[in-house]
């Protein structure tokens, strides 16, 4: 087991200035926000060269390394990429600031008012893999939402994510926002003293493999926004149109196996299961999908065995687990025992039991005769994501710049003291006013 | 250091019973619920001979065994205590529901409609100590915003604890909401084994020291609402009314001095530290506050010295520690590096002063010219409140029955698949609906 280090005096020196940053960072207005945003994407334009040069020094010392081809994808960061990127941290800066909401608005007692304010979180730590365009993202969200943010990427990305912060913090560097509320880590011992932080860093966010996301959290009292796994289901009612159900199916499964909000089991309802598994076996072995079934599907056509351990696997690639139920509540049973609660899907005709379904599962996406790949910051209209949480607690589902902000309480009176109410002297009125 | 042992089997059914009871009870409406909280109000009512007899035995068995005074009054639940209590649970009963609210209405596309819905978090776990009436308060909490519960209390408070909860069961029995709903652990083996109870226990809620939170942090995934110390500060700001900030500082340390939101800290600017303190120092002498102050304030009367120790303590008790400082900025900086984000106030007659101070100072509650003791989720109007949360994250501050709720997507499509969105054959609308 790997064992976390405590901090060094040097990384706890800069982990202070970000949090000091971070105060200052936590009091501008949104129009000081999104101008710092704006020249961050003007730095990373003017150096977008410098960048694309450190991003091949990274591949070719990868390659020579001997990465393997899907990391080698994503570690690259060509002119193109980056210009969108680019664009990305300039779509940040339009979105809607989530700061200084007023949730809550209500007298206490006549010159006793009570309300409540959304304010940044403080610091976050994010740690991530390969992918460098991940620190113009987080730096970007992070910002936006008045949080400083210290930055861990994989070593593999060094060059490229140094170059990057750079510019960055360059472009901060001429607007309102310190330079130091955003730093970046290269070491991996450094990466592990960040889970040490506490007091200095509000929330850690993972962005990277389940193991990744376990370790963090046995080993970090700070709290974190992780993604456990993405087992996700897709149930196919008797009441299902087959070529909806197919259709669903397919894009579910196949549009992009990798992502967490794929489906790795489809259970289908038994009174349905010979039209429907009679289409989609074929279907699934033209787009290159492998089934794997439980007794019933195969005698329906499924090629391949499922073990009990399939319904727990998180496949994240073209290979899918089959089974079929007697009923909708041996579905909801299945899911809830196999399940992670992260997104799941009933294809059925019938609203009444679509409603029961989407009453009874309980995953942070409960969804309706439609794909589980819509389970996606940008499709619900986030503007961007910081990732997809399937924990329990708010914030859940895909977290936009809202999972970055907090809520402080603020009560303004005129010498109110506690004891006049426990004497009986005063009583509270609790009346709302307009938020 | 204690370890935390697996769960042995009996326990692992009783929490997966919790849970299933739990699936019925989210599914269950606003009357069905209230209407149980009623009935375990009604059981607890009919039951109230037996409950003061078992609560005599633990008295009985603690006195013997030599509990100290304070926890002895604490343990105490007499026929009028009760009575309190049963009303409070028809008070739960009567609060607003907290779930079902729709926080998002978004069209996707055509025919693809978003919702965002509060939904009960499922299994609460709550540790807490001497304080039968605790055990009500919570399961109604629980039950209300559509919760199972697991709780574990004091062993003094044993037999109490048991003919409550007895009482409760026996209520719900006679309602639409399983009595498997709630449960009471009675060891502490299997109050430890309860942190282990990750995928069916959501949230962990404990009640009690700073080692115990500490404690439970430290050894579970479960996400703990805790809060830990509450180190409060007021500041009297040059521009201070001193008549004002007299009686604010007097309540905010003496009205209930083991509270938590209680003040440990008094930062005074040194413009009105002479004046201020030539009326604080026999004030708080007579009401029984022992002061130690810095040398600053040593010269202006205050009898103690205070050591770094102090800025870092939480007395809990009828001491205060008093600093002078230079200005405003000073006193936040103190706060930043000494306080626990609960709660601090600021006595002003300078609004400007007073705005900056809200906005600056980032702990969950920030007060102007009134009582910290004010940080209650009873004074704030939520009815009733699961604890004080210092945790920088949302629930923050006092906790009432939305702490209790998280929310889950529901999207509702018709056959909507995400290949289309890629490939450009459709476009997301992203329009808001009414809510």
Chains 1, 2 share one sequence.
Not at 72 to 84: S, V
Not at 180 to 192: N, V
């Amino acid at each position: 087991m790997t064992t976390v280090p405590e901090p060094s005096a040097e990384l706890l020196q800069r982990a202070a200035a970000v949090r000091l940053a971070a105060v200052d960072l936590g009091q501008t207005d949104d129009g000081q926000r999104a101008a710092a945003l704006q020249a961050m994407a003007d730095a990373l334009d003017e150096r977008a060269a410098a960048i694309v040069a450190a991003n091949r020094e990274d591949l070719e010392r990868s390659a020579a390394e001997g990465l393997a081809p899907a990391l080698m994808a994503r570690l690259k960061l060509d002119a193109t990429k980056l210009a969108g990127a680019i664009e990305g941290v300039r779509k940040v800066a339009a979105l809607e600031d989530p700061l200084g909401r007023r949730q809550l608005h209500r007298e206490l007692d006549q010159g006793l008012v009570l309300e409540r304010i959304t304010v940044p979180l403080g610091v976050v730590g994010v740690i991530f893999e390969a992918r460098p365009d991940a620190v113009m993202q987080i730096a970007s969200l992070a910002i936006r939402s008045g949080n400083g943010a210290i930055l861990k990427g994989g070593s593999e990305a060094r060059c490229t994510n140094e170059a990057v912060m750079e510019a960055l913090k360059h472009g901060l560097s001429s607007s309102d926002v310190s330079a130091d509320a955003l730093t970046l880590l290269t070491t991996r011992q450094e990466s592990l003293a960040l889970l040490r932080l506490d007091g200095l860093v509000d929330l850690i966010i993972p962005r990277g493999s389940n193991e990744l996301v376990r370790f963090i959290q046995d080993n970090t009292r700070i709290p974190v926004l992780g993604h456990a796994d993405g087992i996700c289901h897709l149930y196919v009612d008797a009441a299902a149109d087959v070529a909806q159900a197919l259709r669903v199916a397919i894009d579910s499964k196949t549009q992009y196996p990798a992502a967490c909000n794929a489906i790795e089991t489809l259970l289908v309802h038994e009174a349905i299961a010979p039209a429907f598994l009679a289409e989609a076996v074929p279907a699934f072995r033209d787009a290159g999908v492998t089934l794997r079934g439980d007794a019933a599907s195969q005698a329906l056509g499924v090629g391949a065995a499922a073990s009990e351990e399939d319904w727990r696997t998180e496949y994240l690639d073209l290979v899918l687990a089959v089974r079929v139920v007697p009923d909708m509540d041996s579905a909801m049973e299945h899911i809830r025992r196999f399940g992670s609660r992260h997104t799941e899907a009933i294809v059925t005709g019938d609203a009444a039991v679509a409603d029961r379904f989407l009453a009874a599962v309980d995953s942070s996406g409960v969804y309706h005769n439609c794909s589980t790949r819509f389970a996606d910051g940008f499709r619900y209209g986030f503007g961007a994501e910081v990732g997809i949480s399937t924990q329990t607690l708010p914030p859940r589902g895909p977290v936009g710049l809202e999972g970055l902000v907090t809520y402080r309480y603020r009560l303004r009176g005129d010498g109110h003291i506690a004891a006049d109410f426990s004497s009986g002297a005063r009583q509270f009125s609790h009346s709302d006013l307009p938020l």
